[in-house]
């Protein structure tokens, strides 16, 4: 599959800027048997996680538990989301294969010289997969610091809205036939995994914001959740028409604005994880909404 980006200084950008950014993503229980509206518990043996930052969860920390990251490449934690679903499901093998920066490009070429394609980690025997992927296609990390620097002139308006206008939109119509293929090419690859395609949490409040803690200004706060949920809505319905089902983990109250006990996803000066990236409870919540899509309880331990 053609690449969408260059090698060296947009791969580099992009590594640099993942943490700063939001980014992507429903879970689609994509099987070779029919998918079911909830599935039922099963005890599945060898777990793939694939995906960006959101998934891989860089720099995030809970007290108990000791997290193992790297400090270069991938920057992926053993505090994500993969993690605590492959522990409660007690599955025999995991292989987290999730990298922040991650475009889809990279689910098919090495990302970095050290790191394989994603979905070279599925193989026939494969029975569960989760896939976070597609929020750097669209341009979060891009998205969000040309709007912070443009609220910056106008902090009332909407300047990031009048800015880029329905170019959003568009990137991410451009991005169905991207998205439709890596959930196509996942069932081809291990074609009896359950496949969830795993949505991204919500960012922004639906309003007002919080300008300049998170310096998005007040009229392109709502243009901007409004593009997320767009977002999310395009990759559920791009999941679900190749057989998976998509699991909504969008549930509102627990953006960067909120305080740091209610929210899950950290703002730009961040307590726990990286800035506009899932915090620990953002995670636990995340492993919550995709075990109850697998029939598990609550982990009300977390």
Not at 1 to 10: E, F, K, L, Q
């Given at each position: 599959?053609?690449?969408?980006?260059?090698?060296?200084?947009?791969r580099?950008?992009?590594?640099?800027?993942?943490?700063?950014?939001?980014?992507?993503?429903?879970?689609?229980?994509?099987?070779?048997?029919?998918?079911?509206?909830?599935?039922?518990?099963?005890?599945?043996?060898?777990?793939?996680?694939?995906?960006?930052?959101?998934?891989?969860?860089?720099l995030?920390?809970?007290?108990?538990?000791?997290?193992?990251?790297?400090?270069?490449?991938?920057m992926?934690?053993?505090?994500?989301?993969?993690?605590?679903?492959?522990?409660?499901?007690?599955?025999?093998?995991?292989?987290?294969?999730?990298?922040?920066?991650?475009?889809?490009?990279?689910l098919?070429?090495?990302?970095?010289?050290?790191?394989?394609?994603?979905?070279?980690a599925?193989?026939?025997?494969?029975?569960?997969?989760?896939?976070?992927?597609?929020?750097?296609?669209?341009?979060?990390?891009?998205?969000?610091?040309?709007?912070?620097?443009?609220?910056?002139?106008?902090?009332?308006?909407?300047?990031?809205?009048?800015?880029?206008?329905?170019?959003?939109?568009?990137?991410?119509?451009?991005?169905?036939?991207?998205?439709?293929?890596?959930?196509?090419?996942?069932?081809?690859?291990?074609?009896?995994?359950?496949?969830?395609?795993?949505?991204?949490?919500?960012?922004?409040?639906?309003?007002?914001?919080?300008?300049?803690?998170?310096?998005?200004?007040?009229?392109?706060?709502?243009?901007?959740?409004?593009?997320?949920?767009?977002?999310?809505?395009?990759?559920?319905?791009?999941?679900?028409?190749?057989?998976?089902?998509?699991?909504?983990?969008?549930?509102?109250?627990?953006?960067v604005?909120?305080?740091?006990?209610?929210?899950?996803?950290?703002?730009?000066?961040?307590?726990?994880?990286?800035?506009?990236?899932?915090?620990?409870?953002?995670?636990?919540?995340?492993?919550?909404?995709?075990?109850?899509?697998?029939?598990?309880?609550?982990?009300?331990?977390?």
């Open positions: 599959m053609p690449r969408t980006s260059d090698v060296s200084p947009s580099v950008l992009r590594r640099v800027l993942a943490p700063l950014a939001a980014a992507v993503l429903g879970l689609s229980l994509a099987s070779a048997p029919a998918a079911a509206e909830t599935a039922q518990a099963a005890p599945y043996q060898h777990y793939v996680s694939l995906g960006d930052s959101f998934v891989a969860g860089p995030i920390r809970e007290e108990r538990v000791q997290a193992q990251m790297p400090l270069l490449g991938c992926r934690t053993s505090n994500n989301y993969p993690t605590m679903l492959a522990q409660r499901l007690g599955v025999a093998e995991f292989t987290d294969a999730s990298c922040s920066g991650a475009v889809i490009n990279d098919y070429e090495p990302q970095f010289s050290d790191t394989r394609p994603q979905l070279d599925l193989t026939p025997e494969t029975d569960l997969v989760t896939v976070g992927i597609a929020g750097n296609d669209f341009g979060f990390s891009e998205i969000l610091v040309e709007c912070a620097k443009r609220s910056l002139t106008n902090p009332l308006g909407s300047p990031c809205a009048r800015h880029y206008g329905d170019e959003l939109d568009q990137r991410i119509e451009n991005l169905r036939p991207a998205v439709a293929q890596v959930y196509a090419d996942i069932a081809e690859r291990s074609p009896n995994a359950t496949v969830l395609a795993v949505g991204y949490l919500q960012i922004l409040p639906e309003s007002r914001g919080c300008w300049p803690s998170t310096p998005i200004a007040r009229g392109d706060v709502p243009y901007l959740d409004r593009a997320q949920t767009a977002l999310n809505a395009m990759i559920a319905e791009e999941a679900e028409a190749q057989g998976a089902v998509f699991v909504d983990v969008f549930e509102r109250g627990h953006d604005c909120q305080p740091s006990s209610t929210r899950w996803v950290e703002g730009l000066l961040p307590e726990n994880g990286a800035p506009v990236h899932p915090n620990y409870r953002g995670m636990v919540a995340t492993a919550d909404f995709v075990g109850a899509r697998l029939g598990l309880p609550v982990d009300e331990a977390a």
